[in-house]
């Protein structure tokens, strides 16, 4: 049975979910992550990431059955370091709804700034067969599903005013992921300052739904 | 020299800003967005195009110069929509600053909602050369452009509060591309409603920053 490398990297959430560790891939991961960017996942083969890190590619089998296996082994590293970060977040912020929406979203930030080089698979996961894409999705319901109770808990409390629970979570998660398409890490803002900032935005959009109307001229 | 197919399709703003046309694709662009969706770009071969649309490959040449002009086509299809709307739906609003908030937002949401089929190549993006793909963030600029004239209409009237005006500008922008993660065409609510629901968040996200903290015991 094929496994995958010993070098598996840092824990993700090592150093606790605001750290900002280096993307420390195996290098048979760092090769094909190399390898999808270039010719995408359909234009790479097996034996050009063997290649790349100097392998015969039966070597390569030992480690991933197949270069499915190698995509949904670089996917995993982003939804479980998206998951582990938000349990972290959401457990060291105690009960104030508002804080746990804050450093949930902050951690959810960091940890996409953090996967800056893993981003453009993202679009890769179509390929995956339904059983693998699945279980990406049911990690990153998780994630939706610790935002959902902390939403219900503002409202519940009287701290937030919004439409539609589901809704706004959603948005909030579409927000977050798209700091993808503008972080540089040479930017002028580190990763914990545009955390910071999304997590206010993100307090902003629970806040003050029912007063939020717009004059429409009649039709 | 080599010309686009003559069948382009609707005017990407025919009807109003609002309207939601079917996604009318000339026979190669169709067959094209097809091919690069099942294998990827790298994956696809012109050949392979030509043969779906049932043409010989010179007559596809005689109307793109090679498998990069299709991929252009597509995503020009795409920013041009987006650019069009958002003026249209700007000229709409008036001078408000919360009505042009709104109707701008409306009109991406909207547009995103139109566009599903295509959403899987904006990550081919990184495929153009470097002109072609100054040509296509250009045109995303200036819809970023609009936004940020009415953000700062707004602040200067009073009616916003937000922390850095570029900044929340993109993150409405992200919130509104996120649409494309989520939506379906048989879902809940139809492209109208969600994109009402966005332009609500998005006049939540430049209200009340300054009133927006979070007590963070020390570290």
Same mark, same amino acid.
């Given at each position: 049975?094929?496994?995958?490398?010993?070098?598996?990297?840092?824990?993700?959430?090592? $150093?606790?979910?605001?750290?900002?560790?280096?993307?420390?891939?195996?290098? *048979?991961?760092?090769?094909?992550?190399?390898?999808?960017?270039?010719?995408? /996942?359909? $234009?790479?083969?097996?034996?050009?990431?063997?290649?790349?890190?100097?392998?015969?590619?039966?070597?390569?089998? /030992?480690?991933?059955?197949?270069?499915?296996?190698?995509?949904?082994?670089?996917?995993?590293?982003?939804?479980?370091?998206?998951? !582990?970060?938000?349990?972290?977040?959401?457990?060291?912020?105690?009960?104030?709804?508002? @804080?746990?929406?804050?450093?949930?979203?902050?951690?959810?930030?960091?940890?996409?700034?953090?996967?800056?080089?893993?981003?453009?698979?993202?679009?890769?996961? @179509?390929?995956?067969?339904?059983?693998?894409?699945?279980?990406?999705?049911?990690? @990153?319901?998780?994630?939706? !599903?610790?935002?959902?109770? *902390?939403?219900?808990?503002?409202?519940?409390?009287?701290?937030?005013?919004?439409?539609?629970?589901?809704?706004?979570?959603?948005?909030?998660?579409?927000?977050?992921?798209?700091?993808?398409?503008?972080?540089?890490?040479? $930017?002028?803002? $580190?990763?914990?300052?545009?955390?910071?900032?999304?997590?206010?935005?993100?307090?902003?959009?629970?806040?003050?739904?029912?007063?939020?109307?717009?004059? @429409?001229?009649?039709?």
């Amino acid at each position: 049975m094929a496994r995958e490398e010993t070098l598996t990297g840092p824990d993700p959430v090592e $150093g606790g979910w605001r750290a900002v560790p280096t993307l420390d891939l195996p290098p *048979i991961l760092a090769a094909a992550l190399d390898a999808f960017r270039e010719h995408g /996942y359909h $234009g790479t083969s097996v034996r050009d990431i063997a290649r790349r890190v100097g392998v015969t590619v039966p070597a390569l089998y /030992y480690h991933y059955a197949n270069k499915e296996a190698l995509l949904l082994a670089l996917l995993d590293r982003i939804t479980q370091d998206f998951l !582990q970060r938000a349990l972290a977040a959401d457990a060291e912020a105690g009960d104030d709804p508002r @804080r746990r929406l804050a450093y949930v979203v902050e951690s959810i930030v960091i940890g996409r700034t953090r996967q800056l080089g893993l981003a453009a698979l993202e679009s890769e996961i @179509r390929y995956l067969t339904a059983e693998n894409r699945a279980r990406q999705t049911a990690t @990153r319901d998780q994630v939706e !599903q610790v935002l959902r109770e *902390i939403v219900a808990a503002g409202v519940s409390n009287g701290d937030f005013d919004v439409v539609d629970e589901a809704e706004v979570v959603r948005a909030i998660l579409g927000l977050c992921h798209s700091v993808l398409a503008w972080f540089r890490p040479d $930017g002028e803002l $580190g990763p914990e300052e545009v955390a910071e900032r999304y997590g206010r935005i993100a307090l902003q959009m629970v806040t003050g739904a029912s007063s939020t109307q717009v004059d @429409r001229p009649p039709a």
